[in-house]
């Protein structure tokens, strides 16, 4: 499949498309890209052929990304936090008819998988930030505000059942570390009490041990049949 006709993919076959990052955190500043994360549904039938539709393409809008509908259900179930959070963006773009459907099966997708995820994602990120805190003498600030941004949206998931994405409520303090302001051990103090409060609620944590995976599936193929027909 060329490349042209990949990109056709995400504008004829755009099933969700919603705005993520800081403008979807409410986060944003005056200099905040547009985010946006989309899903597109490809024709069962370009899978008879030797090459595949791709699982994901980027563009063809600047700050834009896009997962085959397969692949997005695939990265969900497994609690992928950057695919979780298109599914509850307050800020959509596009949907259709599957795109709804989707929507409507959100909380199949749901687990205490997430537990596990959301903390080894930012474990594994953070000991970056700490290494670059050793070789440089300062990490990425940004980058250290989405990871604590990502594990008050995971303790809020484990401990309610819903992923937060607007955090707005906890603006100033983590634009405050954006710029430097915070302190390193007050970061690191804020990260184990998150994390330990996330730890605290999993056993009472009203996610189910596992996603329905037969739900989404039964939509998967739904989904492709339809193409087949039309």
């Known amino acids: 499949m060329t490349p042209h006709a990949s990109l056709d993919l995400v504008r004829d076959h ?34 008879w052929r030797f090459a595949k539709p791709p699982t994901h393409l980027d563009g063809p809008l600047p700050e834009q990304f896009s997962w085959e509908f397969e692949r997005f259900c695939e990265l969900a179930l497994a609690a992928n936090p950057t695919v979780l959070e298109c599914l509850w963006s307050p800020l959509v773009e596009r949907v259709t008819h599957v795109g709804e459907e989707l929507l409507a099966v959100r909380e199949a997708f749901l687990s205490r998988h997430a537990h596990r995820t959301f903390i ?9 930030s700490q290494a670059d805190l050793r070789n440089v003498g300062r990490p990425r600030w940004k980058h250290v505000m989405h990871l604590l ?69 039964d939509l998967l193929v739904s989904v492709r049949r339809r193409s087949v027909d039309q």
Do not use: N
């Not at 993520?20 to 955190?25: D, K, M, P, Q």
């Not at 809020?156 to 955090?167: A, E, I």
């Open 149 to 217: 941004r990502l594990l008050e949206c995971g303790a809020h998931l484990v401990k309610h059942g819903v992923p937060l994405v607007d955090v707005s409520a906890r603006r100033d303090r983590l634009l405050a570390v954006r710029r430097g302001e915070v302190g390193w051990d007050e970061i690191e103090a804020w990260r184990s009490a998150v994390t330990a409060d996330m730890d605290e609620a999993l056993d009472r944590s009203p996610l189910p041990a596992d996603p329905d995976r037969g739900r989404v599936e």
């Open 14 to 47: 755009t099933v969700l498309s919603v705005v993520v990052g800081s403008r979807a955190y409410g986060l944003a500043t005056e200099d905040s890209d547009v985010d946006r994360r989309g899903v597109f549904a490809a024709p069962a039938p370009l899978y």
């Open 120 to 128: 080894r994602y930012a474990d594994a990120q953070f000991r970056k």
